[in-house]
């Protein structure tokens, strides 16, 4: 049973430039989240993909955009990135319904993206 | 609204000390879950516990306990014997069961636990 996968692990980019990072689900998997967490601060929650589809959201403005594939792998897209985006992305795969998460939440390694 | 508060921000001891870590959380909810990780520095959250707000029993596994007081709406954490492999970042969260949607995690802000040899 593999884990979860993130790809890459880290990436600079400069302001103004547009991102995806990659999240590869643990096998049997169906949903997944994505967090960003700042230094020395906790997980924020970005939003959520179950089967394709987003499933909620957190506080983060409409350039912070996603996908899930039919594989339930993930991508997560920022647009026009901000000095402030710089943070560790995290992607966390879980087995759930629609209405109901099991919170067996598996979190990858995480993206550690700096904007310059 | 959610919240989770983890106090400290840092704590240090020696190894085979005692240690217990802080959280204590604000829900409307009455059914939700809480949740203890780890974050060694290689990044990826380690899942360590959960517990629904049905269940306050306290439960210890190996070297690790938890106390969940409802009337106090704190969860705390406790690790025995500490070791230098249990340095790391501890977050606790919370996850609201009500309603539809993502029931994402809350988290606080962590605690840094260094354990010196």
């Known amino acids: 049973e593999t884990g979860v996968t993130q790809s890459p692990t880290h990436l600079i980019k400069t302001r103004g430039q547009q991102v995806t990072l990659r999240c590869s689900s643990q096998s049997g998997h169906n949903t997944v989240s994505w967090y960003q967490q700042a230094l020395g601060q906790g997980p924020q929650f970005i939003f959520q993909y179950y089967r394709e589809e987003e499933n909620g959201r957190g506080n983060f403005p409409p350039r912070f955009s996603g996908l899930q594939f039919p594989n339930y792998s993930s991508e997560l897209n920022v647009n026009a990135l901000e000095l402030d985006d710089s943070a560790l992305y995290l992607c966390a795969s879980s087995s759930s319904t629609r209405r109901h998460t099991n919170y067996g939440y598996t979190f990858g390694s995480g993206t550690r993206l700096t904007v310059v | 609204a959610q919240k989770v508060t983890q106090a400290q921000t840092e704590i240090s001891v020696v190894e085979k000390e005692d240690v217990t870590l802080d959280c204590v959380y604000e829900?409307?909810?009455?059914?939700?879950?809480l949740f203890w990780y780890k974050q060694p520095p290689s990044g990826e959250l380690v899942f360590l516990i959960r517990r629904n707000s049905f269940d306050e029993q306290n439960e210890i596994s190996g070297r690790y306990s938890w106390n969940f007081q409802k009337s106090t709406s704190s969860f705390n954490f406790t690790i025995t014997a500490s070791q230098v492999v249990d340095s790391a970042v501890y977050f606790c969260a919370l996850s609201e069961a009500g309603g539809t949607g993502a029931n994402n995690l809350f988290f606080g802000t962590g605690t840094r636990l260094t354990v010196i040899p």
């Open positions: 829900t409307r909810d009455t059914t939700y879950y």
